[in-house]
């Protein structure tokens, strides 16, 4: 099966979380790598692996980041990293799948299950360099306290600072692997 690896220059790893309950902080890693096996022809024994620098959480505001960075939240002088690995794929469609796997945040794995689809392949040329790659879209849904992040202040209307659910996206474009 065809080895392929993120390029990071043309790819993203986000999450959405609900602020004071009545907006959104949007956030992204910007440093992290990856590796998929993948046949477009056997979908079912594709696996995934992902790699993130905690650090590298970047809201746009150094304070939040700062914040996100400490005990409350990823702890990630404590846990420089988090993880996906993938456990097994069902296929949902022609260009859609369940890609099920382990992430760990914190030092914490849990179950997780990701809604994929793909777009691919795309050659390009360059200067004589044939390249190949596919583009691959992931989300999911985590609580943020199934990985110890329980942080949080109840506001007077009920509601709490930060949203109890996180929603993760991955967009990636891979490039095959030189053999």
């Known amino acids: 099966m ?4 993120f390029n990071v220059n043309h790819s993203s790893a986000q999450f959405n979380v609900r602020h004071m309950m009545v907006s959104w902080v949007h956030g992204m890693f910007t440093n992290f790598t990856g590796t ?6 056997d979908v079912i024994a594709s696996r995934v692996e992902v ?3 905690a650090a590298s959480i970047y809201t746009g505001v150094e304070k939040r980041d700062n914040h996100l960075k400490s005990p409350d939240f990823l702890e990630a002088e404590r846990y420089p990293k988090i993880f996906f690995k993938s456990t097994g794929v069902e296929v949902a469609g022609l260009d859609h799948a369940w890609v099920y796997g382990d992430l760990t945040i914190r030092g914490i794995t849990r ?5 994929v689809r793909w777009t691919g392949p795309a050659h390009f040329d360059d200067e004589g ?3 190949t790659s596919f583009g691959f879209r992931a989300e999911t849904q985590i609580k943020r306290e199934d990985f110890g992040m329980v942080f949080n202040i109840e506001m007077e209307h009920g509601g709490f600072m930060v949203g109890k659910h996180v929603y993760l996206i991955l967009n990636a ?5 030189a053999e």
Not at 36 to 41: I, K, S, V
Not at 173 to 177: G, S, T, Y
Request: net charge negative; hydrophobic share 45%.
């Open 2 to 5: 065809a080895k392929w690896l």
């Open 36 to 41: 998929l096996n993948f046949d477009p022809q």
């Open 51 to 53: 790699e993130i620098d």
């Open 111 to 115: 179950p997780v299950r990701l809604d």
């Open 129 to 131: 360099q044939i390249y």
């Open 173 to 177: 474009e891979v490039d095959l692997a």
